[in-house]
């Protein structure tokens, strides 16, 4: 019996190049500014129009500024990567989802919540986070700037089959332990290669239990595992997530696609490459102490003093370990809890959803923002702002003492004014703490909303259970 991920790929395959790859048809072409210009410019170089534009939408995310974005973008690379894109997708008659639209946000939250991203897809995009769209029951996965334009001129892929992978995690959750917490502990026993060449899915009644937005934060980081991609079989939560959503199937064509994707699932004798098992009461919430996302501990576990064994690692932790303790001024043996932190950020396709902003509200209401943190607070899109506003989240919010800022990548990466300064400690629920990554020098700690809320309003890093 086939796996899910077999049934999805099989059924877009074109063709088997023989002793080579295979050419996939792609359902959905997400493309936003940063990687998509040399791809545009390769098609009007070679006189190429888009074979079928109507799959793919275009929306700038990375480099928008998180405040002032109805008056023109100050930095003039983020305004050129911005415009271009804009222009890009005029010229070549795609839909454009543009600053301020409604519409607009970060690709991969908005995509799920537009009913753009459905079950048995194929979904690309040029950018690593695509797989996110998982979540849906979709094969999702990012690609470099030669593959999009590829996608653009012919619809189809040129991809080695991956291999399966189906991690199970049984048990329920405990207090204060979000999904989050989940992808963040699968990435320190795995390490960031343990799922190199895989595509994974995840299974068990853990995943079953988790809501839409928590399967959307867990696929979006398959990748930091060193996985293709990551997937969940569509269920009744996937249904009720989708139904009524602009772009999902209304009336009788809902009732045939729900009939389909009934169908989505790996059949009880589906053989995987690999199979792994976790049990929920392992995992408590987690933070991150080092330079990848591997490189995490519960949080009231102490930082290693040696990188402890890993399944299917490379074995070349060790090494890191001195180089990025020494970056993060940590040392072996540490606590964490106490630590003064500097800033607090929520947001990124990782955890920009309304779940995360009730979670960080459920923290922080009734409490006030500590005096010497800098809190930024970014909705993943317009239509997270606008939900946040009719619950009430905003007042919560703004009476403990925050802001919300305008949606966008915001502080998950250093393309846009909201850079971490060098040496400032940020408690972060994005999904990539490298050396860099939320600017020069900065050092990062991954984290859920709950985490981060709890050090927002304490200073320091704090078990949120102390708080719930």
């Known amino acids: 019996m086939n796996t899910l991920f077999d049934k999805i790929w099989d059924a877009h395959v074109v063709q088997q190049v023989p002793d080579g790859p295979t050419q996939l048809y792609i359902d959905r072409l997400y493309c936003h500014e940063v990687t998509s210009p040399q791809a545009f410019d390769g098609m009007r170089a070679r006189g190429l129009k888009c074979f079928r534009p109507a799959q793919i939408y275009c929306m700038p995310d990375h480099n928008t500024p998180t405040h002032d974005q109805d008056k023109p973008i100050a930095d003039p690379v983020s305004k050129k990567q911005v415009d271009t894109l804009a222009k890009n997708a005029h010229d070549f008659g795609l839909t454009h989802y543009g600053m301020m639209s409604p519409d607009n946000g970060i690709i991969h939250v908005v995509g799920p919540e537009k009913g753009l991203s459905l079950p048995g897809m194929t979904i690309v995009c040029g950018d690593s986070h695509t797989s996110t769209h998982g979540a849906m029951g979709a094969v999702a996965f990012g690609i470099g700037t030669s593959e999009v334009e590829m ?29 989050k917490d989940v992808a963040l502990y699968l990435m320190a026993q795995l390490t960031t290669s343990g799922a190199t060449g895989y595509f994974v899915e995840y299974a068990g ?68 490459d690999k199979e792994l098992t976790f049990d929920a009461a392992d995992i408590e919430p987690r933070i991150t102490y080092g330079t990848n996302p591997g490189m995490g501990i519960g949080i009231t576990e102490t930082v290693p003093s040696a990188e402890p064994p890993k399944l299917g690692g ?75 506003r009719e619950e009430g989240l905003d007042k919560i919010l703004e009476a403990a003492g925050f ?66």
């Open 151 to 179: 996608v653009m001129a012919s619809q189809c892929i040129l991809q080695q089959k991956p291999k399966s992978m189906r991690i199970t995690i049984n048990g329920q959750l405990g207090k204060g332990v979000t999904a």
């Open 205 to 272: 009644d853990v995943i079953t239990a988790l809501s839409m937005e928590g399967r959307l934060t867990l696929c979006n980081l398959s990748i930091e595992m060193g996985a293709r991609g990551g997937f969940i079989a569509p269920d009744e939560t996937t249904f009720a997530y989708l139904q009524g959503r602009p772009f999902a199937p209304k009336g009788d064509d809902w009732d045939k696609a729900v009939a389909y994707w009934k169908t989505l699932k790996s059949g009880p004798d589906a053989v995987f």
């Open 314 to 388: 490379r074995g070349s932790e060790q090494a890191g370990l001195e180089k990025a303790l020494k970056y993060m001024q940590f040392q072996p043996g540490q606590s964490l809890l106490g630590t003064k932190v500097d800033y607090v950020f929520l947001g990124a396709c990782t955890n920009g959803r309304i779940e995360d902003f009730r979670a960080f509200a459920s923290i922080v209401q009734g409490r006030q923002k500590a005096a010497d943190v800098i809190a930024w607070l970014v909705p993943g899109s317009w239509a997270v702002d606008k939900q946040i």
């Open 403 to 468: 802001e919300i800022r305008q949606p966008g990548c915001s502080a998950c990466l250093a393309m846009n004014d909201d850079k971490i300064p060098a040496g400032k400690l940020s408690v972060s629920t994005s999904n990539r703490n490298f050396e860099g990554r939320q600017g020069p020098g900065a050092r990062t700690i991954l984290a859920s909303p709950l985490t981060a809320a709890a050090a927002a309003v304490t200073g320091v890093i704090t078990d949120p259970r102390d708080l719930m």
